[in-house]
């Protein structure tokens, strides 16, 4: 979108039509004086994106895009070697640039660079040319200290795998910034800004840039890994932020948030009908705020929104997930005011190359560039991709056909949170489990099987990337119920655990918050509030993530296995795992 504020000229030229008009007495007369030309203009481009997730490779995912007759058209997008061509083109078509990013670039991430503690992600990064980047929730996944290590380098082991495995780790050459993010010392994490500045003397324009994580980090990790911090509200520290740049010359103030929301529409450039978090947070915005990179929730969009000052919108963006995407910005920066006076985005689709799976064909097309992928950042990631490839290719089993959620961003689990479900009940069985739960955000990718229904370790740990515990506990039937409540309640994000075979519930949106459960059966009896349940949900859980505080309340717990191991256990029982189709949670009244 570009904007064209208004530009008013006319005391300038009513200044020149005086001075030409009027004649001086003769007494007067000078020599005419020579004046300096007013500085053009300056513009710079600005190169985003936000939740990379260690996409080293194409993740085999598509951009639903405008096909030109009113449909759509999936376009293969994605690998970390074709966003950097990507990157490079919109570097070249921006004299003044900088690359930016909104969180969310380690962790959660592809096998071959989760194996490597992400050290991968970070060094194509590197090569990329990235220079800011706020801090993501998932950045918190293996801890704050090992967070650290990321941006400084080095091999000191903060987890249970083992640092600089193929190389000498440097650390990143970007800077983390974490404006509400606070130690007990109440300074911040990482710096909670930084400036870039552009052109000498009277051209010169410095853009500064805020970088901060979502307040509800503590919900979505771990809590010992964030041990020793809080997270403050997202608006108050822009605010605060703003002035400070303000008075170290920044021209432009642009905002690296990881919080975002959702569109409507398939159109990756388009803002129909905009929700989510990211909303409050710009409604409390003092003017002064020109452009918000926004990510965290996958979505793709480009919309205007608010007031940045000057009767301006705020420009806000967000790129999407695993590099599929990455927003051109540019903000046109007068140098003499010291005020962005236009400022457009275009999400530029990182078509790489087109793959097969259980689902069918994804060919690439003629509608959208196609780039080719730059040959250090494909050598450099072939190099991590080699030393996990026995076990990404390893077969698991074989399933009956793809398991998917019902998109990739819904709050409901679908096929794939049944076979979750399923394969926890299955494994923790020796616990005494009678009962198992998954969260759908939890769920980081479908499984496309071979055409022969083959699935591999690979597919699996996309999946369930986090490496979390199984924990079997024990639960009151009241407290069953409150535990679906907890993610049907008005209090945060909404959604709808997915539970093992034999476990069925309704659900009513329309009935008062924590009311919301109308039945709740375990193999066709009505669930018992007094009586005692045997339930297994993963560790992340199990500590109160997602919202889910009422699992905190379980006693007896038993640690079981690893998440991911759990489900190659379930699939490779059988020769052929039927993919569950049932509805387990269904949802009646409006």
């Not at 948030?257 to 409050?280: F, K, M, V």
């Not at 490839?389 to 096929?415: F, M, T, W």
Request: negative net charge.
């Amino acid at each position: 979108m570009i904007f064209k504020p208004a530009i008013h000229i006319a005391p300038l030229a009513a200044l020149v039509l005086l001075g030409a008009c009027a004649t001086p007495p003769a007494a007067h007369l000078a020599m005419p004086q020579a004046t300096s030309p007013v500085p053009a203009a300056v513009e710079v481009g600005i190169i985003a994106i936000n939740d990379f997730h260690g996409a080293l490779e194409p993740p085999r995912a598509a951009v639903a895009a405008p096909d030109q007759k009113g449909g759509s058209i999936p376009v293969p997008a994605g690998g970390a070697a074709w966003l950097a061509s990507a990157v490079d083109q919109l570097k070249a078509q921006h004299p003044n640039h900088v690359v930016v990013a909104a969180g969310d670039l380690t962790s959660a991430s592809q096998l071959a660079s989760s194996l490597h503690l992400d050290e991968p992600a970070v060094g194509v990064m590197n090569r990329i040319g990235l220079e800011f980047n706020a801090v993501g929730n998932h950045e918190f996944d293996r801890g704050w200290k090992e967070l650290q290590r990321l941006q400084n380098g080095g091999c000191e082991k903060n987890t249970r795998l083992q640092p600089c495995q193929l190389e000498q780790f440097q650390g990143a050459k970007y800077e983390y910034l974490s404006a509400s993010t606070y130690k007990a010392d109440g300074t911040t994490l990482f710096p909670a800004t930084g400036l870039k500045s552009f052109g000498t003397g009277a051209r010169k324009v410095t853009v500064g840039f805020i970088g901060l994580s979502l307040k509800d980090v503590p919900t979505l990790v771990s809590p010992d890994e964030v041990a020793g911090l809080t997270f403050g509200d997202e608006a108050e520290a822009i605010n605060r932020e703003v002035p400070k740049l303000k008075a170290e010359g920044a021209d432009a103030v642009v905002v690296l948030i990881h919080q975002g929301g959702y569109t409507t529409g398939s159109d990756p450039n388009g803002c129909d009908e905009l929700t989510g978090a990211i909303r409050p947070i710009l409604d409390h915005l003092n003017p002064g705020v020109d452009l918000v990179v926004s990510g965290h929730t996958h979505w793709q969009y480009v919309c205007q929104y608010g007031q940045s000052g000057g009767d301006t919108p705020i420009l806000l963006t967000s790129a999407g997930v695993y590099g599929k995407l990455v927003t051109d910005i540019t903000l046109t920066i007068d140098p003499i005011h010291h005020r962005v006076i236009a400022k457009k985005a275009h999400n530029v689709i990182v078509q790489s190359e087109g793959y097969s799976s259980g689902r069918g064909d994804v060919p690439n097309t003629a509608l959208y560039p196609q780039f080719t992928p730059r040959a250090d950042i494909a050598s450099y990631v072939s190099a991590y991709v080699k030393d996990a490839k026995d076990l990404i290719a390893r077969p698991v089993g074989k399933l009956s056909g793809p398991a998917a959620k019902p998109s990739s961003e819904s709050n409901q689990g679908g096929p794939l949170g049944n076979l979750i479900a399923d394969g926890q009940l299955y494994a923790s069985r020796s616990a005494g489990a009678q009962i198992a739960f998954t969260n759908p955000f939890g769920i980081r990718a479908p499984i496309d099987p071979a055409p022969d229904g083959t699935v591999t370790f690979g597919q699996i740990y996309l999946v369930q990337p986090f490496n979390n515990n199984l924990v079997t506990m024990t639960l009151t039937g009241a407290q069953v119920r409150a535990v679906i409540e907890d993610g049907l309640d008005d209090d945060g994000t909404k959604q709808v655990l997915a539970a093992s075979t034999g476990l069925k519930f309704t659900f009513d949106m329309s009935r008062p918050s924590r009311s919301r459960v109308v039945s709740l059966t375990l193999n066709g009896k009505p669930v018992d509030p007094k009586a005692s349940y045997r339930v297994t949900v993963v560790q992340f859980l199990a500590e109160g993530g997602d919202g889910f505080s009422t699992f905190k309340q379980g006693m007896d717990e038993v640690r079981g296995i690893i998440d991911n191991e759990a489900m190659q256990q379930w699939i490779a029982a059988v020769p052929i795992r039927q993919v569950p189709t049932e509805v387990r949670a269904v949802k009646i009244g409006d």
